[in-house]
């Protein structure tokens, strides 16, 4: 039974409420994927059996049980390591991020995250490169209400109007070109820019030149990873609000 709303409440603090609601039930159940509901429960002082009703979507917990239950769990664990414990160091220096880029439970947490960032910069549409930014952006634009813009390294076949931005890739001697149809960015357009992990920086940037290029207003940055001082130093010389739930060396 889902619980109730007071008839007056203002709609704005309506979505809010029901936003925090689901970011700790889609916490709740991330996390009852390593703790047992004994475990939770000592950790939030709350019955398995409630804990139980809320993961599963049975109960939506009221909106003063949903700030303890919240205050509760992010004292005792960190979202960061969260993010850190599905990432892999790999042999050759980089990061395997796929059991975080393909979670849809958490992914689903993230982008209420994000959104809770950037929700004041009236963002009308989400601008990402393919492809394994995709999934994050698809689901940050969802809760933006904003529409989705994928940059492609390939021209689509049947457009002809298309807008590129093309940089040369730091370690290799080949040069990475993007394309996007011209009329997708519009000039009444306040973007967003999300990638899964940001090692050069490269990528980001010619996202930010492709949307200023269609005369677009980039509001934000986001990455789930960033990795190295270089990259998060492209993105800072952009002067654009950034923002990345890990920081890796």
Same mark, same amino acid.
């Given at each position: 039974?889902?619980?109730?709303?007071?008839?007056?409440?203002?709609?704005?603090?309506?979505? &809010?409420?029901?936003?925090? @609601?689901?970011? !700790?039930?889609? =916490?709740?159940?991330?996390?009852?994927?390593?703790?047992?509901?004994?475990?939770?429960?000592?950790?939030?002082?709350?019955?398995?059996? +409630?804990?139980?009703?809320?993961?599963?979507? #049975?109960?939506?917990?009221?909106?003063?049980?949903?700030?303890?239950?919240?205050?509760?769990?992010?004292?005792?664990? #960190?979202?960061?390591?969260?993010?850190?414990?599905?990432?892999?160091? !790999?042999?050759?220096?980089?990061?395997?991020? !796929?059991?975080?880029?393909?979670?849809?439970?958490?992914?689903?947490?993230?982008?209420?995250?994000?959104?809770?960032?950037?929700?004041?910069?009236? +963002?009308?549409?989400?601008?990402?490169?393919?492809?394994?930014?995709?999934?994050?952006?698809? =689901?940050?634009?969802?809760?933006?209400?904003?529409?989705?813009?994928?940059?492609?390294?390939?021209?689509?076949?049947?457009? *002809? *109007? /298309?807008?590129?931005?093309?940089?040369?890739?730091?370690?290799?001697?080949?040069?990475? !070109? /993007?394309?996007?149809?011209?009329?997708?960015?519009? #000039?009444?357009?306040?973007?967003?820019? +999300?990638?899964?992990?940001?090692?050069?920086?490269?990528?980001?940037?010619?996202?930010?030149?492709?949307?200023? @290029?269609?005369?677009?207003?980039?509001?934000? =940055? /986001?990455?789930?990873?960033?990795?190295? &001082?270089?990259?998060?130093?492209?993105? &800072?010389?952009?002067?654009?609000?950034?923002?990345?739930?890990?920081?890796?060396?």
């Amino acid at each position: 039974m889902l619980s109730s709303t007071h008839r007056d409440e203002n709609p704005v603090d309506k979505v &809010e409420n029901l936003r925090k @609601r689901m970011m !700790t039930i889609n =916490l709740l159940a991330l996390l009852k994927r390593r703790y047992k509901y004994k475990e939770l429960s000592e950790i939030t002082g709350l019955p398995p059996s +409630v804990l139980s009703r809320y993961t599963r979507g #049975r109960m939506l917990p009221s909106d003063e049980r949903v700030e303890e239950i919240w205050r509760s769990l992010t004292r005792r664990i #960190r979202f960061e390591d969260l993010v850190k414990e599905r990432i892999r160091p !790999t042999k050759n220096g980089y990061y395997d991020v !796929t059991s975080l880029i393909w979670d849809p439970a958490f992914l689903r947490l993230v982008a209420l995250k994000v959104s809770e960032n950037f929700s004041k910069y009236g +963002v009308t549409k989400v601008f990402t490169a393919a492809a394994d930014g995709v999934p994050i952006a698809c =689901l940050v634009g969802e809760e933006l209400g904003a529409d989705l813009i994928v940059a492609k390294e390939k021209r689509e076949v049947g457009l *002809d *109007d /298309f807008m590129e931005d093309s940089y040369s890739l730091a370690d290799v001697a080949v040069l990475r !070109t /993007f394309y996007i149809p011209r009329k997708s960015i519009r #000039r009444s357009d306040r973007v967003l820019i +999300v990638d899964d992990v940001v090692r050069s920086g490269q990528t980001i940037a010619s996202l930010v030149r492709l949307a200023e @290029r269609a005369g677009a207003k980039v509001v934000g =940055l /986001f990455a789930i990873v960033s990795v190295g &001082e270089k990259g998060r130093a492209i993105l &800072e010389e952009e002067a654009i609000p950034y923002y990345s739930l890990l920081r890796l060396p």
